[in-house]
């Protein structure tokens, strides 16, 4: 009897150990929740990880920087995803952020608007309704301040930047990245604040220059472009990731994940630190 | 057998229980915490601001859907009313027919759909007219919903119109009166109480619709400005819902205005059973 | 002005105000369905409807979201059917508890006031976070049976109503036990009805956005039907909202509009040619 069950267990630990060898293929869901400038982003970097893991979901939920912190915090995603750093109060739960990328925060205006550059102070002056007409810039009309929700991640970084937190004066507050350039789009009056990886390739809008400066990854990465933002993975400090949710989150700062990265328009972390040991190896000369 | 329908039928009377108690126990914990005078009579809805105390007033969204569902009906009724009149007494049959069938796909169109002409034709349309900033407005909101509440109120009313007795109508052409007087100054009264049904109908549909409204209003927490971008409770609820964090009372202030919605469309019910049935009798 | 003259002016003037209101509603139906046309028939490709948004190829399709319309119709559908059925054969058939059948029939008819929002919140509260079920087909299933239950159990409910009694005498005098009497006579000679009621609660469920948002979800990426139950998938109606508002792709939404505007006039003429059906029987 004893000889059969010892044999039984050794067959038995023998399988096991086959059969997780054979177990390469990652399997599971991975649950990312958060802001909507990222949705590109995540975006083509989910569906690029899903095409090489065949049996992983990764899901995405569009909800605002603000919900996606919440989200990780309390456990109901594996991933948050916010385009902002995180609050002090964030921390102290135990939260981490890992900067996947830089994004700019472009400023907008109708195609048919003719102003192309406004410094810093102007936009915040035109935001906060200290100026409300385009005439002073050589324009007509009323200027419609066209913004986002309380919770976003953009509007958090565009105010914290221009300086005019709480003090908005908005025509229009709506709840994602698309929605600001689709509202602009079809508003001669309209100024808004969008991602840079949202705005590219949009037709119908301007995208002015700030202080004179252009909006674009190159801008974004050496800082002259002001007005930008991290996109950044929340995590909780210490909490062990799912098998899936760590592969992910690693591919996400990969290298190969930056090509997938600036294709969404975003400047990966990656050439940050490319261009910050290039700079510091030509201080060193 | 008879156990296994009865617990069908009661699964309905279950689903508005349901429903009931739901809203009531998530809606009243907010306006607890919020204070009753603070929550209805509030001016100011902020809840989200970190610099100043945030504010939970939803006085700009109860009144903007009062104001809204009045001018939409303000402007559907009349049309709808011509219109049923129309179909039921004036129009040749086939005209008739073609028509009515209008009226039926217009009320199963999506509202979605009716959201995103608004968008792209209305408010563009309104900002050129009224040179604005921006044609997200109250109006645009108010075009769309009489758009919307039309089909009901012309279907029921048509019905109304011609439940009404050829007699009174043969008597009053008898008397000397003209086609078109007979049918506003006798049928269109003895049809009273229809054509209040469907106009209730009309403002619980309007009070309650979401989807096409937020594409087209502004989603401003201002209070009711004609021209300007403004939010009802219904879009209230749906544009902060996907962001507010669970167990914050943000959320919890938005259950409550589901709430308040709720007992107003409890109340145009209530009016519609009792006041306007009574009145039939 | 002499009294004959202010007549005739009333009566011109009610003239042309019937006339313009109806002729307004009919151009209002042939404007919507001709800008749509207009604006969605160029942007309808095989690619479009046959494949599912890709980012790495930057490229738009919709067919996860005419998957999760089906599912989600074929889920509520396969719930508030029986339910529907049965409660609708309780009413007509075994109640003799006259005060039940009125509270049942009062309930129904609450549930048909609700606006689609609160449909939407309750839904959310209920399946989504008290049962664990998780935004997807499944919550969002449930939650639409709660808004189409009413209309299957009307309509079963008159089309019970016309079978004739004899029928029903005529089963059990030859020995049948009532529900088989209902089963082998009634519900057959009923089912007209009931397919009527069937095809007006499917148009409701595609067209409805708002009861979905939040219990359905926004997900954009194609599942099987088992981790479609789970997994945030949003319908058509979602997905034009997506896409319009939140991705600016507007020529994609009017491409879903059109899409849906086909589908509703199909279910809407299904439903006509079915109730004219019913009413030759």
């Known amino acids: 009897m004893k000889k059969i069950i010892c044999l039984a267990l050794a067959l038995a630990m023998v399988l096991t150990l086959s059969l997780s060898a054979c177990a390469k293929g990652l399997s599971g869901t991975v649950s990312t929740n958060g802001s909507t400038s990222m949705e590109k982003v995540v975006g083509i970097l989910s569906e690029q990880f899903m095409e090489d893991n065949s049996d992983v979901t990764v899901t995405y939920d569009a909800t605002g920087s603000g919900t996606g912190i919440e989200a990780v915090a309390n456990g109901t995603c594996d991933i948050g995803l916010a385009s902002r750093g995180l609050k002090d109060v964030e921390t102290e739960k135990g939260l981490v952020a890992t900067t996947v990328a830089l994004d700019g925060i472009a400023i907008i205006v109708n195609a048919e608007c003719p102003v192309e550059d406004l410094t810093v102070e102007q936009i915040a002056d035109i935001f906060t309704g200290k100026v409300t007409s385009w005439e002073d810039f050589g324009g007509k009309g009323d200027i419609a301040c066209i913004g986002r929700e309380a919770g976003s991640g953009t509007r958090d970084g565009f105010e914290s930047i221009t300086g005019t937190k709480d003090t908005c004066v908005l025509a229009q507050e709506l709840t994602s990245t698309g929605a600001v350039i689709a509202a602009v789009k079809s508003s001669p009056n309209a100024i808004g604040y969008a991602s840079l990886s949202a705005v590219e390739g949009q037709e119908g809008i301007r995208v002015l220059t700030v202080n004179g400066v252009a909006c674009t990854e190159e801008t974004v990465l050496d800082g002259s472009y002001v007005v930008q933002r991290p996109f950044n993975l929340v995590t909780v400090e210490g909490k062990e990731l799912s098998q899936a949710a760590k592969a992910f989150f690693d591919y996400m700062l990969s290298a190969e994940a930056s090509e997938l990265i600036v294709k969404a328009g975003a400047v990966p972390v990656a050439e940050v630190e490319e261009a910050a040991a290039e700079e510091a190896t030509a201080e060193a000369k | 057998m008879n156990v296994l329908f009865f617990l069908c039928g009661i699964v309905t009377v279950g689903f508005v229980l349901c429903i009931c108690i739901y809203l009531i126990v998530s809606g009243v914990p907010a306006i607890g915490k919020i204070g009753l005078g603070n929550f209805f009579l509030g001016k100011i809805w902020k809840p989200t601001a970190t610099t100043v105390e945030p504010s939970y007033g939803i006085l700009p969204f109860v009144l903007t859907s009062l104001c809204g569902t009045a001018g939409a009906v303000l402007l559907g009724v009349p049309i709808g009313l011509l219109t049923a009149v129309f179909l039921a007494k004036v129009a040749p049959p086939k005209t008739a027919n073609l028509i009515r069938t209008a009226v039926q796909l217009l009320a199963g169109i999506p509202s979605v759909v009716y959201g995103l002409v608004g968008m792209i034709v209305l408010v563009p349309a309104i900002q050129r007219f009224f040179a604005l900033s921006s044609g997200a407005t109250m109006l645009a909101a108010i075009v769309v919903l009489a758009i919307m509440i039309l089909p009901s109120i012309i279907n029921v009313s048509e019905t109304a119109l011609r439940a009404v007795p050829k007699d009174y109508e043969d008597a009053s052409l008898a008397l000397g009166a003209t086609e078109l007087e007979t049918y506003f100054r006798v049928t269109v009264p003895a049809a009273k109480s229809g054509i209040a049904t469907s106009i209730v109908l009309g403002v619980g549909r309007a009070i309650g619709e979401a989807m096409a409204i937020i594409m087209v209003s502004g989603n401003v927490p201002n209070m009711p400005k004609l021209l300007g971008p403004v939010r009802f409770m219904t879009t209230a609820i749906a544009s902060e819902m996907s962001y507010a964090p669970v167990g914050s009372l943000q959320r919890e202030a938005l259950f409550s205005i589901g709430l308040v919605l709720f007992l107003f469309i409890m109340m145009i019910n209530v009016f519609l059973n009792v006041v306007i049935k009574k009145e039939r009798r | ?281």
């Not at chain 3, 399946?127 to 309509?155: D, K």
């Open chain 3, 1 to 281: 002005m002499t009294f004959e003259k202010k007549r005739k002016l009333w009566n011109r003037a009610v003239r042309v105000g019937v006339y313009t209101a109806s002729m307004l509603t009919a151009a209002l139906l042939v404007g919507l369905i001709g800008y749509i046309l207009y604006r969605g028939l160029p942007n309808l490709s095989w690619q479009l409807v046959s494949t599912q948004t890709s980012y790495i190829r930057d490229t738009i399709g919709i067919l996860p979201n005419l998957v999760n319309t089906v599912y989600i119709i074929l889920v509520a559908m396969a719930i508030a059917l029986p339910l529907g059925v049965g409660a609708a054969i309780y009413l007509t058939e075994y109640s003799k508890n006259r005060h039940l059948t009125r509270l049942i029939e009062f309930a129904a008819e609450t549930l048909t006031g609700i606006p689609s929002i609160l449909f939407g919140l309750v839904g959310m509260l209920l399946f989504v976070q008290r049962m664990g079920l998780g935004a997807g087909i499944l919550a969002g299933g449930l939650t639409l049976v709660m808004m189409i239950l009413p209309t299957i159990v009307r309509t079963t409910q008159e089309s019970l109503k016309t079978v004739p009694q004899a029928y029903r005498e005529g089963a059990l005098a030859l020995g049948a036990g009532k529900w088989r009497m209902i089963r082998t006579v009634v519900l057959p000679s009923a089912v007209d009805g009931i397919v009527t009621g069937c095809i007006l609660a499917i148009g409701r469920i595609t067209g409805e956005s708002a009861a979905l948002l939040f219990t359905a979800g926004f997900g954009l990426k194609l599942n099987n039907f088992v981790k479609a139950l789970h997994s945030s998938s949003a319908t058509l109606t979602v997905a034009l909202y997506v896409y319009a508002s939140e991705q600016g792709k507007i020529d994609v939404a009017f491409a879903i509009a059109l899409i849906l505007l086909a589908l509703t006039l199909v279910i809407n003429l299904g439903a006509n040619y079915a109730g004219k059906k019913l009413r030759r029987n």
